[in-house]
């Protein structure tokens, strides 16, 4: 009896056991049939952790936009998986797994072109397509079919800032500085001294290490060979110590930079200086087109109304670009979504080089590589005495 009695208790406790198993399950959505996930592959840590923070952030403001979407008369809520992929290559590969893991339809990201080039097998061989947002090297989508991205490209913005650096400056002799590794910093600076000396111009280059915290040698060579502009493609971490160190040593050379530069790290970094920064990039805060300027107040109100995502802001409501380029890429992973009808990775990524989408930063479209069809830049300046960017002008390739 008492036996009987045991095996009775056993088997009531395996039952609530199981009961609690099936109540679990039902109130997550791991494994969900109404749920899509878009994965964010960004660095919130590291060299671009504050770009990387920023780029997230339009991702995050678009899904509070649209996060739902319906398939075949069924309605799915769109959920992201964020992972900090912590601007490492060596790390990339990993938080990338994370989201195949996590079952994600379509990815975002990165900003950084090395660690999305790190990460990129990773997603091809999951047969998970993905859009970059602001990484610009011609690497990320070449001999790939599943890497797109809304951006322009490196060979077009280093021609941009090449031509700026002339028109604005009447530049003959240019400083390049790059990261050595890190395929953003050294490509683009290739690509801006290919077509300065296309202009005519002669260029002085040098290189840094991985972890380097003193500029002062490089600016004193820079100097000392009486270029026209500093042009320094690097991550803001490393920005904000040139420019820094470059306003202690009095070289009130023109700095130029690309996108990288585009943000409050790099406002602070100079403010109350007389040094001049002009950067090219996306998007323009004063962009006083209907779609451009109603993004604008729109992702400021819920800045501000969230002090938490203002903190990863720079702790300011100052639009980034590449805010502005992470909503667009979160809409057009919307739009490839319903285009398809499922969320099936393998259909998205079918009917994304198909997709068109008239975004705040312009008209989107793919070529036959996967790239954005893109033509103009923004180039703006520094304001030192508030902090500010200033329109310069749209650039172009001549």
Not at 57 to 80: P, R, S
Request: aromatic share 8%.
């Amino acid at each position: 009896m008492k036996k009987i009695t045991a095996l009775l208790l056993i088997l009531s406790l395996v039952l609530v056991m199981l009961t609690g198993c099936g109540s679990s399950n039902k109130n997550s959505d791991a494994g969900s049939d109404n749920v899509i996930r878009i994965g964010v592959y960004e660095p919130s840590s590291g060299d671009n952790g504050a770009g990387g923070k920023q780029e997230v952030l339009g991702i995050e403001f678009a899904n509070t936009i649209v996060n739902k979407v319906e398939l075949g008369g069924k309605t799915y809520d769109i959920k992201l998986e964020i992972v900090d992929n912590e601007s490492s290559n060596d790390k990339g590969p990993t938080a990338a797994a994370t989201l195949v893991g996590k079952k994600c339809s379509i990815v975002l990201g990165s900003y950084g072109s090395s660690v999305s080039i790190a990460a990129s097998d990773v997603f091809g061989n999951a047969g998970i397509p993905v859009i970059g947002v602001s990484c610009t090297n011609p690497q990320v989508t070449l001999g790939n079919t599943h890497y797109f991205r809304i951006c322009y490209l490196d060979p077009f913005q280093g021609t941009v800032l090449a031509n700026f650096a002339v028109d604005q400056f009447n530049a003959k002799k240019a400083y390049i500085l790059t990261k050595l590794g890190d395929d953003y910093s050294v490509g683009l600076g290739n690509y801006f001294k290919e077509a300065f000396e296309a202009l005519g111009g002669t260029v002085i280059e040098e290189n840094f290490q991985e972890g380097n915290s003193d500029f002062t040698a490089y600016l004193t060579t820079a100097a000392n060979a009486g270029v026209d502009v500093i042009f320094a493609p690097t991550s803001t971490e490393a920005a904000s110590l040139i420019i820094g160190q470059a306003v202690s040593q009095g070289i009130n050379i023109p700095l130029l930079a690309g996108d990288t530069w585009d943000s409050s790290v790099i406002l602070e970094a100079a403010k109350g200086s007389s040094q001049e920064i002009f950067v090219s990039t996306f998007f323009d805060e004063g962009d006083d087109s209907a779609a451009g300027s109603k993004f604008v107040k729109d992702f400021k109100a819920w800045l501000n109304a969230n002090p938490d995502k203002l903190a990863n802001n720079g702790g300011n409501d100052i639009v980034a670009a590449v805010s502005a380029l992470g909503y667009d890429a979160y809409m057009v992973a919307v739009e490839a979504i319903k285009a398809a009808g499922t969320p099936d990775p393998k259909a998205i990524n079918e009917v994304l080089w198909n997709v068109k989408y008239t975004g705040v930063t312009g008209d989107i479209a793919f070529d036959e590589i996967g790239d954005a069809i893109r033509n103009v830049a923004y180039i703006k300046r520094s304001n030192n005495s508030d902090a500010s960017w200033e329109f310069v002008a749209i650039q172009s390739v001549k």
